[in-house]
């Protein structure tokens, strides 16, 4: 039995500016689609990363010091959709902007970069126009998440590891608030940032491969990896098996297809795409979205993890619903889906379900229009699942 997950109260914490990254450097500097952000405020993101206290005791457990607005999965009043429908005009293209050309010798497939290393294992592109799209998305976390950047109880964390760290700007703004951790972030892409705190590192590694540490964590990361393995069991059995005792495990996902409580989404292109994304991945021998997701805490479970929790937050398509917090990450997330859908179908539905490329452009223009539709009132699951290797038990393998 999960302990059930406590419900935060609101109060007011200054929310960061999106990061974008600029000639591997992170800097704020993007313009919100809607509302202009306040500048980051370090003590406030300090603030607000202190974990909240689980429910059973726990000597390892810090108390809340501030609580911020989280985008917990919930019923979601809309818009009244007659206000008009263009959520977001031209503002796409300027939020997202392409880089310089990639260095690397990378695949290259339908106008789109790959990773060379381990190549074809990871199916979405690795191009700077995707790495932008990377940096946009964590801004929407940071927002979801009322700025946290996990939500473990952790303890003067002294070694964290970042799998499949991207862009590396979550590890960035780990180890820029914890200086005294040795943070590690994994990738099979290269083209992290070279101007990082001097306590993060990154490395090209397959996380598929054997873990060869030379000492545990206190802390393993994993952000929207949901389709990146074959084998989810042994991922969560490496984990436990590279923490120490008392150490967290977090894995921080989305789910697919989209859900909406109303039944808007129900016969559109828009859910459509997600199944047909869950049965491509599924070919190819690695499940994503909810086929993952959902899996979590029983392959947590399986592993040895103690105190799992589960939390579930939503992304809403676009700007449909009423209330102002939870429009505004629609309108984000709306431009981060548009950004990264031809990147996310191409690979997945040309090599897994054999479709050509001018087929993939068509669908993805049916999906992209209701993306744009504020009377489909869906939203993605994004659901956060946390869990702790035992002290008691020394290990099960
Ligand atoms: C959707 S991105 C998420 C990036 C980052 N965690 C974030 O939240 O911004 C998934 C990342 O996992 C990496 N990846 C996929 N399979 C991997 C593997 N087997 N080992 C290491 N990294 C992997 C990809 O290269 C990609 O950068």
Same mark, same amino acid.
């Given at each position: ?15 960061? %500016? ?9 800097? !704020?500097?993007?313009? =919100? ?16 990363? /202190? ?14 010091? /501030?609580? %911020? /607005?989280?985008?917990? +999965?919930?019923?979601?009043? $809309? +818009?009244? !959709? !007659?206000?008009?429908? !263009? ?11 392409? *880089?310089?050309?990639?260095?690397? #010798? ?22 700077? &126009? +995707? ?16 700025? &946290? ?11 964290? *590891? ?8 979550? $590890?960035?703004?780990?180890?820029? #608030?914890?200086?005294? @951790? ?5 990738? *099979? ?10 306590? *993060? ?26 389709? @990146? ?48 994304? @869950? ?22 479970? %399986? ?12 992304? =809403? ?27 996310? @179908? ?52």
């Amino acid at each position: 039995m999960l302990p059930e997950t406590p419900t935060p109260e609101p109060i007011d914490v200054p929310v960061g %500016a999106p990061v974008f990254r600029h000639n591997n450097v992170h800097s !704020s500097q993007a313009e =919100p689609p809607v509302a202009s952000f306040g500048l980051d405020d370090s003590s406030a993101v300090d603030a607000a990363n /202190q974990p909240e206290a689980l429910p059973q005791s726990s000597h390892d457990v810090h108390q809340p010091v /501030q609580e %911020a /607005q989280l985008a917990e +999965e919930q019923h979601l009043e $809309a +818009e009244d !959709s !007659s206000e008009g429908d !263009s959520a977001l005009g031209s503002d796409a293209a300027s939020v997202t902007t392409s *880089l310089s050309e990639s260095i690397y #010798n990378y695949r290259q497939e339908h106008g789109r970069t790959y990773h060379a290393y381990k190549d074809g294992k990871y199916i979405f592109p690795n191009d700077e &126009r +995707e790495a932008d799209r990377l940096d946009l998305q964590n801004h929407i976390f940071r927002l979801t998440f009322g700025n &946290r950047l996990f939500f473990s109880p952790l303890k003067d964390p002294r070694r964290c *590891l970042d799998i499949g760290t991207g862009t590396g700007i979550w $590890a960035v703004e780990f180890a820029d #608030n914890y200086p005294e @951790c040795q943070v590690t972030g994994i990738d *099979l892409s290269p083209g992290q940032p070279t101007l990082v705190p001097p306590n *993060l590192k990154f490395l090209i590694d397959d996380a598929e491969d054997l873990w060869l540490y030379d000492e545990p964590f206190d802390f393993i990361h994993a952000r929207l990896m949901a389709g @990146c393995f074959t084998h989810w069991a042994n991922f969560f059995r490496r984990a436990y098996q590279n923490l120490e005792p008392g150490g967290w495990l977090e894995v921080q996902d989305y789910g697919l297809p989209v859900k909406s409580g109303d039944g808007t989404h129900l016969g559109t292109d828009l859910l459509r795409w997600g199944q047909l994304l @869950c049965q491509a991945s599924m070919k190819l021998g690695r499940p994503l979205g909810s086929e993952c997701s959902d899996h979590y805490v029983e392959w947590m479970q %399986a592993a040895g993890f103690v105190d799992i929790q589960v939390k579930v937050f939503m992304w =809403p398509t676009n700007g449909w619903p009423k209330d102002p917090y939870m429009k505004e990450i629609g309108r984000w997330n709306q431009i981060n889906i548009l950004e990264g859908l031809e990147g996310f @179908c191409l690979a997945l539905l040309t090599r897994g379900l054999g479709w050509k490329k001018e087929e993939v452009d068509v669908f993805v223009a049916k999906v992209s229009s209701d993306l744009r539709n504020r009377r489909i009132h869906a939203y993605f699951p994004m659901p956060v699942v946390f869990g702790r290797r035992p002290i008691e038990r020394a290990g099960l393998f």
